[in-house]
């Protein structure tokens, strides 16, 4: 056991400190003190990742309906229709979204489309990440404030990678709710054609604190 200056067989390079135990290891490099929530209990937040895995995520604009993916943990659905541009009706139909275990707030949103096939060439294409949350027994999801647009936009080249990354206002969740990881196109600059795609594979991660 490692006690304040002692000399220490860590990996972590040995630092003088003036505060005195007990400490917890945050990381390899650093010690540190976790945030305290406010309520008694410390927590630095956990990550839930997202992947379309397998699955082929095809975010689609056909007129005026979006279809969105909607990414879970190694598979994606495709064709979830966004009603007034921030709700999803998942009624009967299949959902991947997963139950949030205790009351937390989501600090931070991390998304990249990887695409292979683009409808739209010619065109400036933005996607979108963001989550949609319904509340405990209902299948209505509506978009939340994490959300996090993905650049450079899709432009009509034939594959390529855009990314996005966010620190947000914290979006409070409670122990019960449903979140969903959805993606879809958010905006179209010049578009050949009223129905276009682009097809690719999708990966997110948020905080939950």
């Keep these: 056991m490692c006690t304040n200056k002692d000399n220490c067989n860590c990996l972590s390079t040995p630092k003088e400190c003036d505060s005195f135990g007990p400490f917890i290891a945050i990381d390899i490099n650093c010690i540190n003190t976790p945030v305290d929530n406010g309520?008694?209990?410390?927590d630095n937040g956990s990550i839930i990742s997202f992947s379309s895995g397998n699955s082929t995520s095809v975010v689609v604009i056909a007129g005026t309906i979006t279809g969105a993916s909607l990414i879970g943990f190694?598979?994606?659905?495709?064709g979830a229709p966004i009603i007034d541009g921030?709700?999803?009706?998942?009624?009967?139909i299949p959902s991947e979204a997963f139950s949030v275990p205790r009351n937390g707030n989501i600090t931070?949103?991390?998304a990249t489309f990887?695409?292979?096939?683009?409808?739209?060439?010619?065109?400036?294409?933005?996607?979108?990440?963001?989550i949609y949350r319904a509340p405990?027994?209902?299948?209505?999801?509506t978009a939340t404030n994490a959300r996090v647009d993905l650049a450079p936009p899709v432009a009509g080249v034939p594959a390529g990678i855009t990314f996005g990354s966010a620190e947000i206002e914290p979006v409070l969740v409670s122990t019960g709710d449903r979140l969903l990881m959805v993606f879809f196109i958010s905006s179209v600059i010049?578009?050949?054609?009223?129905?276009?795609?682009?097809?690719?594979?999708a990966s997110a991660g948020i905080n939950i604190v």
């Design 136 to 141: 405990v027994g209902s299948d209505i999801f």
């Design 39 to 42: 309520d008694g209990t410390n």
């Design 108 to 110: 931070a949103i991390s």
């Design 190 to 201: 010049n578009p050949p054609a009223l129905i276009f795609s682009v097809s690719g594979t």
């Design 86 to 92: 921030n709700t999803i009706d998942l009624t009967g």
């Design 114 to 130: 990887n695409y292979f096939l683009d409808l739209n060439r010619g065109g400036l294409t933005t996607i979108t990440a963001q």
């Design 74 to 78: 190694g598979t994606a659905i495709n």
